[in-house]
């Protein structure tokens, strides 16, 4: 089949996609699957090798996707229920002054986002951040805008987040680089986060009515008894720090050790990802667990009950595995990479506006992040690049599903309801920042590509 015949049946299978998802409101995880059946017919292949062919997109992508984000999601629950957030959040305001509130609320959600899920974190925090601006007397947008913004920057760009983790094992990124990459560069994100919410702030939003009698009733001190029960903020961050630490630990050991060093091979699997989160799950039992009196039967409910919603995050990865498969498989993958090397545009560009456009197109971060890895993977697995660069078209990837976030988003409305922002200003606050956000994480990570190139 010609090279253009099978770009344009990958531009066919992102518009089906697209319309299924948007149009039809079929879930991602059928849609994926349909449109990768559809993709493999119409692409000439074989009958009898497709669902082998589906088996072994989902496999090899949900091999490690589905322990991490498993595991991820069971340590943010355990942190969530035991009322670990508050306590994180109360304790950065009070190192960093009353003043400067704002700024400590952003740097506590940049740190609880690590282990737990965008709209769970954001949800956990919004009692902090009602409490916080009644006592301040001002709008809950005024700290809640920045906060939501590093807590999705930080989503779609660090393990153990289903979008990036996926992306990664199609593109076959190494998780230890992307953890650090993406971590450096949301640092200064949190800055920008602040500064720019603070600058979209210089207008007063008119606030819903439903939230404005939602934040009316809030009691500011309901939470005193649970936050004195809560685990401490040194328990907190460890259960975050420990895990981080033992990825660098692997990442630093391959870097650096020759293969076949017996100290590279412990360092590498204290450093897999799957390992530290284990043993973070470990701390947390010994640590949260068992200083809250929780039973074993009391901890393993909380554990399983942040399965549910992971399940599903699961199936929309592994789906996303199985469409990058066919991709490949069929050949469009390889006439994909072909294409860009003749137009000349810069690999690491065409990752982020793919993401960006896909992102505005049909809302979901994680749908854009591994559909993009898909239609990539070919360019990058034949592109010769290094280690740390494919870890940074991981990234790349990443801030292209951050931008742009508006109403086909489910964050948008969680977003703009608990802040009391109608759509209009949602899209002159929450979209702006959003892709500000992304476009300047982009813009990093291309700095990064330049140093390290």
């Given at each position: 089949m010609s090279t253009a015949a099978l770009l344009g049946i990958a531009l066919a299978s992102v518009v089906l996609l697209l319309v299924l998802i948007i149009r039809f409101q079929v879930h991602a995880f059928v849609a994926m699957m349909l449109v990768s059946i559809l993709v493999a017919l119409v692409a000439g292949m074989p009958a009898a090798d497709i669902v082998p062919t589906l088996i072994q997109g989902m496999g090899g992508t949900l091999g490690s996707v589905a322990i991490l984000v498993a595991l991820g999601a069971m340590l943010g629950r355990i942190i969530e229920v035991s009322g670990g957030a508050g306590s994180l959040a109360h304790r950065f305001t009070g190192w960093l002054g009353p003043r400067r509130v704002p700024a400590a609320l952003t740097a506590a959600a940049l740190v609880l986002s690590i282990p737990v899920f965008f709209d769970v974190g954001f949800i956990i925090l919004v009692p902090i951040i009602y409490g916080f601006c009644k006592?301040?007397?001002?709008?809950?947008?005024?700290?809640?805008?920045p906060v939501a913004g590093i807590m999705l920057a930080t989503h779609v760009v660090v393990p153990p987040h289903p979008g990036i983790v996926g992306g990664a094992a199609v593109l076959q990124a190494d998780v230890g680089w992307i953890t650090l990459l993406g971590l450096a560069i949301c640092l200064p994100l949190a800055v920008l986060s602040q500064y720019v919410g603070g600058w979209l702030n210089r207008r007063r939003y008119a606030m819903l009515p439903a939230t404005a009698e939602q934040f009316a009733a809030f009691d500011a001190g309901s939470g005193d008894k649970e936050r004195l029960a809560a685990p401490g903020v040194g328990v907190v961050l460890s259960l975050i720090i420990v895990p981080l630490l033992l990825i660098m630990l692997g990442t630093t050991g391959a870097t650096l050790l020759p293969k076949g060093d017996p100290v590279r091979g412990?360092?590498?699997?204290?450093?897999?990802?799957?390992?530290?989160?284990?043993?973070?799950?470990?701390?947390?039992?010994f640590l949260?667990?068992?200083?809250?009196?929780?039973s074993n039967a009391r901890t393993s409910e909380v554990m399983e009950s942040a399965l549910p919603p992971a399940a599903t995050v699961i199936l929309v990865t592994g789906a996303g595995?199985?469409?990058?498969?066919?991709?490949?498989?069929?050949?469009?993958?390889?006439?994909?990479?072909?294409?860009?090397?003749?137009?000349?545009?810069?690999?690491?560009?065409?990752a982020f506006l793919i993401s960006l456009a896909l992102r505005a197109a049909q809302g979901s971060a994680t749908v854009a992040i591994l559909t993009t890895c898909g239609l990539l993977a070919e360019a990058v697995a034949s592109g010769g690049y290094s280690t740390v660069q494919v870890a940074l078209i991981a990234v790349a990837i990443g801030f292209g599903g951050l931008g742009l976030s508006h109403v086909n988003d489910s964050g948008f409305w969680i977003v703009t309801r608990y802040l009391g922002l109608s759509?209009?200003?949602?899209?002159?606050?929450?979209?702006?920042?959003?892709?500000?956000?992304?476009i300047a994480g982009f813009l990093l990570t291309a700095l990064l590509w330049a140093l390290m190139g």
């Open positions: 006592a301040a007397r001002v709008d809950p947008v005024k700290f809640g805008l412990v360092l590498s699997f204290i450093g897999a990802p799957v390992f530290a989160l284990m043993v973070a799950i470990g701390l947390a039992f949260i667990a068992k200083r809250q009196g929780w595995g199985v469409f990058a498969k066919v991709l490949t498989s069929t050949g469009i993958g390889a006439a994909l990479s072909g294409s860009i090397a003749s137009a000349g545009l810069p690999l690491l560009l065409a759509v209009a200003d949602g899209l002159r606050s929450w979209t702006v920042l959003t892709t500000v956000l992304g």
